[in-house]
């Protein structure tokens, strides 16, 4: 089955404490984001990845890194928490070709007190 | 002024109701269009996909494209309890591609059986 696997779905953690959320998709797809989804706001782009060790900021990258050292794999990393990073994230992925629709992972809810 | 603008709701309606979702746009290089379905807990699903303007038709689904008004909308015919989810609509450029999706809020809807 075609799909977009993140882990963990849930987490509460504290500031400051480093925290690591995985993506991974089997679908072969070149292109990878990651979004965070936040009442009145929407879904904004935090990181995208073209291809391996190819990726670049999306709207709202502050306080957060990316790295995608596999085809299949692009985790978000948080190196120092902060409250105001607690939010609803999704990992998306599409087919390299332009203007192709992402799929989306089920989303992380990620605390941060 | 948000690139995408969508009313949030909610919008309740009874079963078999005919549902109006719109979203305006200020972006005229867009040309691409989507609508995404997320139940409660879940990723985006993608619903519909268009490109340029005019109407399209997936069962009970409908989604236009007026261009000129910078105005999509999607159609839900015989609406069904398991259509309540909130609803994203959500569009990109040729220029800007995969890379650059731009969301709407989203509106919540609940068929009320």
């Known amino acids: 089955e075609a799909q977009v696997t993140q882990n963990p779905r849930y987490l509460i953690t504290v500031t400051g404490k480093k925290l690591t959320v995985t993506c991974s998709q089997n679908?072969?797809?070149?292109?990878m984001s990651w979004y965070r989804q936040d009442p009145g706001l929407g879904l904004r782009q935090i990181y995208y990845?073209?291809?391996?060790?190819?990726?670049d900021k999306g709207d709202v990258p502050e306080g957060y890194k990316v790295s995608r050292k596999e085809k299949r794999n692009f985790p978000l990393i948080l190196e120092s928490p902060s409250p105001n990073q607690t939010s609803l994230y999704f990992c998306?992925?599409?087919?390299?070709?332009?203007?192709?629709?992402?799929?989306f992972g089920d989303g992380t809810r990620l605390s941060i007190l | 002024q948000k690139e995408v603008e969508q009313d949030p709701g909610p919008l309740s309606v009874p079963e078999g109701a005919i549902v109006s979702l719109n979203c305006t746009y200020s972006n005229s290089a867009f040309q691409y269009f989507m609508w995404y379905r997320q139940y409660s807990r879940k990723g985006p699903e993608l619903l519909m996909y268009?490109?340029?303007?005019g109407n399209k038709e997936d069962g009970r689904f409908t989604a236009q494209v007026d261009k000129s008004s910078k105005y999509i909308s999607l159609f839900i015919r015989d609406s069904q309890p398991s259509d309540s989810a909130t609803y994203l609509c959500a569009m990109t450029s040729p220029e800007t591609g995969a890379n650059n999706l731009f969301f709407g809020t989203g509106t919540r809807l609940t068929v009320i059986p």
């Open positions: 998306a992925s599409s087919p390299e070709r332009g203007n192709q629709p992402q799929h």
């Open positions: 268009t490109y340029s303007s």
């Open positions: 679908m072969n797809h070149e292109y």
């Open positions: 990845s073209m291809n391996v060790e190819v990726t």
